[in-house]
């Protein structure tokens, strides 16, 4: 179930202005130019990940966790929040209130998710603490 209203039509260009500054990107851009090859084919497949997980309906059968494992080792907590922040501002400047609020909602869980897989959340997050 969509948590708000939101715009399909809008998202490639989202795509393209974020990872426009995730690319210029001091700590981000070298990591994210080593892992992608062939940026307007991550485009479209991002594409589709944004879509399926706005939708709520599993439609995105890619494993982003395995994508981002391999790169793990380049990677570090900050880088996170970085891209997390990135995305919050993208977004802000490009949709509207709610719509940007659902996604900046579900990137945050996903930041989390993946920190939380790779080994990069703080040990409270784990459960450790």
């Not at 708000?4 to 130019?33: H, S």
């Not at 485009?43 to 981002?68: E, Q, T």
């Not at 570090?76 to 997390?84: K, P």
Request: glycine residues 8%.
């Amino acid at each position: 179930m969509i948590p708000a209203p939101f715009d399909e039509a809008r998202l490639p260009a989202v795509l393209e202005c974020f990872y426009a500054r995730v690319r210029a990107d001091a700590r981000l851009g070298p990591v994210f130019d080593a892992a992608i090859g062939d940026w307007p084919a991550h485009l479209l497949r991002i594409g589709c990940f944004w879509r399926s997980v706005m939708r709520g309906d599993g439609s995105y059968k890619g494993n982003p966790l395995a994508l981002h494992a391999r790169h793990a080792a380049r990677m570090d907590a900050a880088m996170f929040d970085r891209w997390l922040a990135l995305w919050r501002q993208t977004t802000a400047e490009m949709l509207p209130g709610p719509e940007a609020a659902g996604l900046q909602e579900k990137a945050a869980r996903i930041r989390q998710s993946l920190q939380m897989a790779l080994g990069f959340a703080p040990l409270a997050i784990r459960g450790r603490g």
